[in-house]
C-alpha cells in the first residue's frame, strides 16, 4: 500500500512538473506562429512556472495589442531583473518587441539604440528576413532620430460639401 501511494506521488510530481514547463511552450507557440488572440486568452488563463515567462508573454501580449509604454516597462523590469536566466534567443525577441514599441510611440532615437544592440549581440538569433529588416530599420531609425513626435491637429468650423444621389447615397463632389 505505502509503494502505490509513493509510486502515485512520484508520477504525480513527474507530469506535474513537466505540464508545467510545456505551458511556456504551449504559449510561444501561439506567439512563432503569430496566433496573436489565442495567446491572448491562453495567456489570461494559464499561469507559468517562472516569473520571467510570465512576464515576457505580458509584454508580447501588450505589445501585440498596442499597449506599447507598458509593453517597455513590463520589458524594461524583465531584462533588469532577469537578465542573466533569460536565453539570448528571447532576448532578441524582447528587443524587438521593444524596438517595434519605441516606433509605435515614435521614440525614433530609443528604437535606433535598441536595434543597434539587436544587431551586435543578438543577430545569431534572427532569420535571413529579421536580419535584413533590422538593417533596414537602422537607416530609417537613423533618419529619423531627431524628428519630434507626430501630431494631429483638427480645425474647427471646417465643412465638407455632400449630395445625395439618386440610390441615396452621399457622394463628395
Do not use: C
Not at 516569473?51 to 505580458?58: A, I, P
Not at 525577441?93 to 519605441?102: Q, T
Request: glycine share 4%.
Amino acid at each position: 500500500m505505502k509503494l502505490r501511494k509513493i509510486t502515485f506521488l512520484f508520477f504525480l510530481f513527474i507530469f506535474t512538473t513537466g505540464a508545467f514547463a510545456s505551458d511556456f511552450d504551449y504559449l510561444y507557440n501561439f506567439y512563432y506562429s503569430k496566433d496573436y488572440f489565442r495567446l491572448r486568452n491562453n495567456f489570461e488563463k494559464i499561469i507559468l512556472k517562472e516569473k520571467w515567462q510570465n512576464d515576457f508573454m505580458k509584454g508580447v501580449v501588450l505589445s501585440v495589442f498596442s499597449k506599447h509604454s507598458e509593453s517597455n516597462a513590463v520589458f524594461i523590469d524583465l531584462l533588469s531583473f532577469y537578465g542573466n536566466v533569460i536565453h539570448d534567443s528571447i532576448k532578441a525577441e524582447i528587443y524587438k518587441h521593444k524596438a517595434i514599441n519605441h516606433e509605435n510611440l515614435f521614440e525614433y532615437k530609443e528604437a535606433l539604440y535598441t536595434l543597434k544592440i539587436t544587431k551586435e549581440k543578438y543577430l545569431a538569433y534572427l532569420n535571413e528576413e529579421e536580419k535584413e529588416e533590422i538593417i533596414d530599420d537602422l537607416e530609417l531609425y537613423d533618419a529619423l532620430k531627431d524628428e519630434l513626435p507626430q501630431t494631429l491637429s483638427g480645425k474647427t468650423g471646417e465643412t465638407v460639401q455632400m449630395k445625395k444621389d439618386i440610390a441615396g447615397l452621399w457622394n463628395i463632389p
